[in-house]
């Protein structure tokens, strides 16, 4: 099955670009470390879901590019050509002159509806070139104008003209400290708009990720494209084919329907957080060495303990008492409590690997089974020169925090009214705010409780 | 997108004049290849004179003859006159001119209400013809003064046009306020008068001051006549210079005052024009800097305001350059933002600079800055990644800041002592369409906007307390 990417905005066009990158490098390479048949295998995997062929060789990317200015598309097609590897269909990309100017409804009520029909067909020729479609992936950051508010808007279009298929939103969390000032308000009015059109939001936090390129791969200045590669090596080491779980004929052939099953039973619940170890600056990789079980404990305790990256985890957080039911308000603090995990292992020996402390009990909330709560996939195909990857997608209180402050900072900037105006002149009022901020409310308190 | 500058008056034309030649002189230095493009389009027109009077556009390929999109009003002829004369002489075409011979003698009654009356049907129809030439029209800039006639009075009523005429389009502008030792005597009026239109009429404001670009230039010129540099400065990187620019002619004394504000703008606009890892659109500003309508006046610094010849930039030089961007001695109008209260902050930044350098230097200048209580991350930052020319980097800050307030407070001190006096009322009262509510109106306005000035100041330092959230049932 096939995927169309949506890249919504400056940041979502940046993005793609690198996980197209990154798909087409990680199939290209000779690292697979394993048999030719199962590369071989893998190989056309990822070009089904991701790439469709054309006359000329070339592997054109499965995407549509959307912007209200040029200047980014236009970068992002030509230096995707330039590579020879892989490139955009020269006729995938919407564009306008002037921009959202950061403001979601601008972007929303404004640009959304003026622009539907010619985005949405664009998406329509995307989805017939596959031969079964998949699912969309949108990729947008919610601090600006176009990927938040047009790409709330082409969400919920999605939906209605895809009423049946997955849609899974990639969503770009901004530095704390401002990029855009508005971009707490912006980012409200997107998460609940979301909300209602999309199966689920993979988040991605500038500041975590941040940290991983300071602490874990050196690098001394750190540009937006450094994050934006690891992130592109963060989904990457989802969406790249792996083998069902307790199946090793093939690969899996619905990786957005199996991840929306695995992870989202309740639709009250649908925030998924990432985390993927090792990572590091890639000429360390041949000097270093993992095993399984030391992959498998720290990625448990990231998960337990919520942390962000591979180094600081608190080793002192522990699941409460197996067996005893413990009512939400007892739980031991800073406790990540799940609802559910999937655990995704790429490399060498990758059979042998025990994921009995992932089924522990303790670390979900009562209402699944242990055996529903928890899924792995796996392919001894090793991913992006990593000999041993192993990633993490989880429904969890992850982005509880996070979350909550965001809504926090908002709504004190609310009741002092700032900037309202500016949303106002487009058409948002006082009570779609208050809408917006009663829904994320909402899901805070949901998650808060399990 | 396109921005699309007015020059109104001495003054402003003086500024449009310098801006055009930088400009060219900015796109000259990254335009290898004479190709019209994207970046290009933002200020000029292709056009290929060779098919006489109809000058068609051309959009695509190689550059025949550059255009610039601009109007230059003024109603006394010498300033026009000698950019028509000037190496600049091309670049414009009498289509976009309104001038006039007598001048509206200092006078804004004469500017905008005689002028005004008498240019209106002239102004529309050329700028209709200007717009119809732009595929995307953004942004329009009034360059102007405060304290004259023309640039004054004819300049705000061309903003009440551009507001009429064309609502959607966002209307910046740079205004020069008058100094205490100004020789105009009647600048007070004048400035007052205008403050109200742009109270009333402006997204956003740019306010000016010739005394604080004096002293730009004179620390400039001491820092190069002392020889504290070690190694020779960079002639073409001077903020003030129009070294590499088509003037070839003697510099005259406000040339370099005026670079400044050439400078200021071309750096507003340039994510607009060119590419970067994160981009900047002048709507973006507005959005983003202007929490309620009538706080639009943004407090500028540009840094660095001049490079050395050795290529090599260490990171604390890099920091060197944030710190001077909140300094004092480098804001364009008289006023220290460190000491007052910042209702947001944006951060421009041009050429070699990535988001760590960013994220880093406002972590390190923050705790030193007063933020309002709601916008404790107030910051919109850019990353554009084409330098000004001679320099690898380079940063604008734009601050709306409580800070303006002692400008506004003194015009308004200037106003009151000629007024109580009544001093040369009867030039404006004689003009028709003037009275003495015109006049009590416009003072009215300014008082109102320092009153929520010192609101806002009055809150600075209080203890935070945060709004209790939304309850829901569990």
Request: glycine share 6%; hydrophobic share 35%; proline share 4%.
């Amino acid at each position: 099955m096939s995927i169309v990417t949506v890249q919504l905005g400056q940041c979502g066009n940046q993005i793609g670009h690198e996980v197209f990158n990154a798909l087409c490098s990680d199939i290209r390479g000779t690292h697979g470390l394993c048999s030719k048949k199962e590369n071989e295998s893998y190989h056309d995997s990822c070009k089904e879901r991701f790439f469709c062929e054309e006359e000329s060789g070339v592997p054109v990317a499965r995407a549509v590019l959307v912007d209200m200015e040029p200047k980014v598309i236009s970068q992002t097609l030509s230096v995707a050509a330039s590579s020879g590897h892989w490139k955009y269909s020269s006729h995938s990309h919407f564009c306008q002159k002037q921009g959202s100017g950061n403001n979601w409804a601008n972007g929303y009520s404004v640009h959304g509806p003026r622009h539907k029909e010619a985005i949405m067909n664009l998406v329509q020729k995307e989805a017939e070139k596959c031969d079964r479609l998949g699912g969309f992936f949108t990729i947008m950051s919610m601090a600006g104008g176009t990927g938040s508010g047009l790409g709330a808007f082409v969400t919920q279009c999605l939906r209605d003209a895809f009423p049946s298929s997955f849609i899974l939103n990639h969503v770009i969390w901004p530095y704390g400290t401002g990029e855009v000032i508005v971009q707490n308000y912006n980012s409200v009015l997107t998460l609940s708009h979301l909300y209602q059109s999309s199966d689920a939001l993979l988040v991605h936090e500038n500041d975590v990720i941040h940290k991983i390129c300071a602490q874990l791969m050196n690098i001394k200045q750190i540009s937006f494209r450094d994050v934006n590669q690891v992130i592109a090596h963060q989904l990457g080491s989802i969406f790249q084919p792996t083998h069902p779980a307790g199946g090793s004929s093939g690969y899996s052939r619905n990786p957005l329907g199996d991840l929306m099953e695995t992870l989202v039973p309740h639709p009250e619940f649908k925030m998924l957080g990432l985390r993927n170890i090792p990572q590091m600056a890639e000429n360390s990789l041949p000097y270093s060495t993992f095993s399984w079980p030391g992959l498998i404990k720290h990625l448990r305790q990231m998960l337990i303990a919520n942390a962000k990256m591979e180094e600081g985890i608190d080793w002192q957080v522990r699941p409460p008492h197996p067996g005893s039911s413990i009512p939400s308000t007892n739980k031991p603090l800073h406790f990540n409590t799940s609802i559910a995990n999937l655990v995704i292992l790429r490399g060498k020996d990758v059979h042998s690997v025990d994921l009995g402390s992932f089924r522990d009990p303790s670390l979900y909330t009562s209402w699944l089974n242990p055996q529903d709560a928890f899924n792995a996939w796996k392919t001894p195909r090793a991913f992006n020169k990593y000999e041993k990857s192993a990633s993490l997608v989880s429904n969890s209180q992850f982005l509880l925090k996070p979350l909550d402050s965001i809504v926090g900072k908002a709504w004190n900037m609310f009741a002092s009214k700032a900037y309202i105006h500016q949303y106002t002149k487009f058409g948002i009022q006082e009570e779609d705010f208050l809408d917006c901020f009663t829904t994320l409310e909402q899901v805070i308190s949901s998650y808060t409780n399990l | 997108a396109v921005s699309l500058p007015f020059a109104v008056g001495q003054c402003g034309n003086q500024v449009g004049c310098r801006f055009w030649d930088l400009a060219l002189r900015e796109h000259a230095a990254v335009n290898k290849k004479g190709i019209y493009d994207e970046a290009l389009s933002s200020f000029f027109r292709n056009v290929d004179t060779r098919s006489g009077d109809n000058d068609p556009d051309i959009y695509k390929g190689k550059i025949y003859s550059l255009k610039a999109r601009a109007l230059l009003i003024d109603m006394e002829e010498g300033v026009v006159n000698e950019i028509l004369q000037g190496p600049l002489r091309d670049v414009f075409d009498s289509k976009q001119l309104i001038t006039d011979v007598s001048g509206s003698g200092n006078n804004w009654a004469v500017g905008h209400k005689i002028y005004g009356y008498q240019y209106r049907e002239n102004i529309v129809e050329k700028l209709r013809k200007t717009a119809e030439h732009c595929d995307c029209l953004q942004c329009f800039f009034i360059i102007h003064s405060m304290g004259g006639g023309t640039g004054s009075g004819l300049g705000t009523f061309v903003l009440n046009l551009l507001e009429e005429e064309f609502p959607e389009v966002y209307r910046f502008v740079t205004s020069v306020y008058p100094s205490g030792e100004d020789d105009v005597i009647t600048s007070p009026y004048n400035s007052v008068l205008a403050m109200k239109e742009l109270n009333e009429h402006a997204d956003c404001v740019l306010p000016i001051e010739n005394e604080s670009l004096f002293e730009i230039v004179n620390k400039i010129h001491q820092m190069i006549n002392s020889g504290k540099l070690g190694s020779t400065v960079k002639q073409n990187s001077l903020v003030t210079s129009s070294a590499g620019s088509a003037k070839t002619l003697q510099e005259k004394p406000f040339d370099a005052m005026n670079n400044i504000i050439a400078n200021l703008l071309l750096n507003l606009t340039s994510s607009a024009r060119f590419e970067g890892s994160l981009n900047m659109d002048l709507n973006e500003i507005s959005m983003n800097l202007v929490p309620f309508p009538r706080l639009h006046y943004l407090v500028s610094s540009l840094t660095p305001l001049y490079t050395l010849a050795d290529v090599n930039v260490p990171s604390r030089r890099l920091d060197q350059m944030f710190s001077d961007a909140f300094s004092r001695d480098h804001q364009l109008i008289q006023a220290d933002p460190k000491h007052s209260l910042y209702l947001a902050c944006a951060l421009l930044v041009r050429g070699n600079v990535q988001v760590s350098d960013l994220r880093r230097n406002i972590e390190r200048l923050k705790p030193s800055l007063h933020f309002v209580s709601w916008n404790q991350e107030g910051w919109k930052t850019g990353l554009c990644s084409v330098p000004p020319v001679g320099h690898s980097h380079s940063l604008l800050a734009l601050a709306n800041n409580t800070c303006v307030k002692p400008t506004f407070v003194e015009l308004k001190d200037r106003f009151m002592k000629l007024y109580k006096k009544k001093a040369h009322l009867h030039h404006y009262l004689q003009i028709d369409g003037m009275e003495q509510s015109c006049f009590s109106e416009a003072i009215s306005s300014l008082s109102d906007l320092i009153e929520e000035y010192s609101e806002l100041d009055a809150t600075k330092g209080e203890p935070r307390i945060d709004p209790s959230r939304l309850k829901i049932a569990v």
